[in-house]
Structures are given as structure tokens and as C-alpha cells.
């Protein structure tokens, strides 16, 4: 099968989740606005910066943005199971498609709400009155690792809605990724935890990702350095899930 044909079917795939933005506005919606209720929560209500130099707000932000491309898996992983439950992957695989192509298709279109959902982010986070102060490069580049950790994330969700097979199941393994979103340094700094606690948060893939962000961004917070760990760390989920999504896929119904 040749790569044009198999970019065809991707597409092909890519535009059915997007049509399902069209009947389905509310989720959509509420996809949205849940990130910026949670940043106007700790902005205003909850954060207060402990050990944090200069405003809480531009420490924030980033981590916040960060958090965002965990939260939200749970959307793609539901859609996985119904499509399962529903045997549309099953009809889809007795087609001439290249293997896989439901997956990236619906890969593609969670990513597209994803690159939509950090524009308003940013957008909410300039109205606080957080700014980037590194460049329009360095900005640019803080948003493309956030987009890898959330691409390399999406493809454990794949796998596991994969795995669990069954909608409800994945609401008890959405649960999971509360511990991992909050077990960072997305609202406050490790040294303001005990020792074993921010010796942990420095371990998450997440933490990295926020420090190089924090650092392209040019708020506090940011470390030089951690931008190779901010790639690293998703290349090697994805390096682990991505086979282990499609081959998953491609055992069903065997």
C-alpha cells in the first residue's frame, strides 16, 4: 500500500471526527472552557506561589498549558470504546484501509482541538495578564512541546481505551490521569514540597515540559537544559505506545 494511499485514508478518517464536531458543539464546548475554568480557579482562588519568584500568574500559565495536554484524553478514549462497542472499527476493518488509519484519524482531529484549546488559553492567560516574554521563536517552540506531550499522551489513552474496550471502564481509567496532572510542578514548585514529594514531581514527564516551557516563555520557574528532556520524554511514550496502540488494533476480532 502506498504512503499516498495511506495519508488518503487517514485523512478520510481525520474528516469523519471533525464532522462529529459539528453534531456534538456542547462537548466540544465544554472541552474548552474546563482548562480555562481550572486557570481562573488557581489564578484567583487558589494559587498563591509559594517559593515562586516574581508573579504567580506567569509561573502559572505555563504549567496550566501543560496541564491541558493531559486533561481532555478522555474524550478520544470514549470515542474509541463507542466505535468498539458499536463494531464501526469492525466494518471499517473489512474495508481496503491501511491498518491504523482510524486510529491516526482520530489522532489528527483530537490534536486539532488541542492546538485550538491552548490558543485560548493563551488568550485567557494575556487577559490575566501573563505575557511571553522570550520571543515569538521561543513562544513558538514552548508551543510545539507542548503539542509532542500531548501527542505522545494521546497514544497511551488510544491504547488503553484499546485495552479497556468498554466506556465505562474508561471512566475508571481516566482517573488515573488526576495523580499524573497534579503529581507536577504545573501550581507550585517542588522546593516548596516535602523532599520525596518534589524528588517525584521532578520525575514526571510533565514537570519537564513545564520548566522547558516556563524558560522558552521567559517567566519563572524556567530552567535552560530542560528543553532536550521536554522532547525526550515524549519521544519515549510514544516510541512504547504508538506500536503497542496499532498493534492492539490490529489483533481485533482475532
Given at each position: 500500500m502506498s504512503a499516498t494511499h495511506v495519508a488518503g485514508d487517514c485523512w478520510t478518517m481525520t474528516r469523519r471526527e471533525l464532522a462529529h464536531w459539528a453534531r456534538q458543539?456542547?462537548?466540544?464546548?465544554?472541552?474548552?472552557?474546563?482548562?480555562?475554568?481550572?486557570?481562573?480557579?488557581?489564578?484567583?482562588?487558589?494559587?498563591?506561589?509559594?517559593?515562586?519568584?516574581?508573579?504567580y500568574v506567569d509561573y502559572l500559565v505555563p504549567g496550566m498549558l501543560t496541564l491541558t495536554m493531559v486533561f481532555g484524553l478522555e474524550g478520544t478514549m470514549t470515542a474509541v470504546t463507542r466505535d468498539l462497542d458499536k463494531g464501526v472499527i469492525d466494518r471499517f476493518r473489512s474495508l481496503p484501509m491501511a491498518d491504523g488509519a482510524v486510529l491516526v484519524g482520530r489522532a489528527a482531529a483530537d490534536m486539532l482541538q488541542s492546538a485550538v484549546g491552548l490558543l485560548v488559553m493563551v488568550g485567557v492567560g494575556y487577559a490575566m495578564g501573563w505575557r511571553?516574554?522570550?520571543?515569538?521563536?521561543?513562544?513558538?517552540?514552548?508551543?510545539?512541546?507542548l503539542l509532542l506531550l500531548r501527542f505522545a499522551m494521546l497514544w497511551i489513552g488510544i491504547f488503553l481505551a484499546l485495552v479497556a474496550g468498554k466506556a465505562e471502564l474508561v471512566q475508571a481509567v481516566q482517573i488515573l490521569v488526576w495523580p499524573v496532572g497534579f503529581l507536577s510542578n504545573a501550581f507550585a514548585s517542588p522546593d516548596s514540597m516535602p523532599g520525596w514529594?518534589?524528588?517525584?514531581?521532578?520525575?514526571?514527564?510533565?514537570?519537564?515540559?513545564?520548566?522547558?516551557v516556563r524558560d522558552l516563555f521567559g517567566g519563572p520557574?524556567?530552567?535552560?537544559?530542560?528543553?532536550?528532556?521536554?522532547?525526550?520524554?515524549?519521544?519515549?511514550l510514544l516510541v512504547v505506545f504508538f506500536p503497542l496502540a496499532v498493534r492492539r488494533f490490529g489483533r481485533l476480532g482475532r
Open positions: 458543539p456542547v462537548q466540544v464546548l465544554v472541552g474548552l472552557v474546563f482548562p480555562v475554568m481550572m486557570l481562573l480557579m488557581f489564578g484567583y482562588l487558589v494559587g498563591g506561589g509559594r517559593t515562586v519568584d516574581g508573579a511571553a516574554d522570550g520571543g515569538a521563536a521561543a513562544a513558538l517552540g514552548a508551543l510545539g512541546l514529594l518534589g524528588t517525584v514531581v521532578e520525575w514526571n514527564p510533565m514537570s519537564a515540559t513545564a520548566t522547558a520557574g524556567g530552567e535552560p537544559g530542560h528543553v532536550a528532556a521536554a522532547v525526550l520524554w515524549p519521544l519515549a
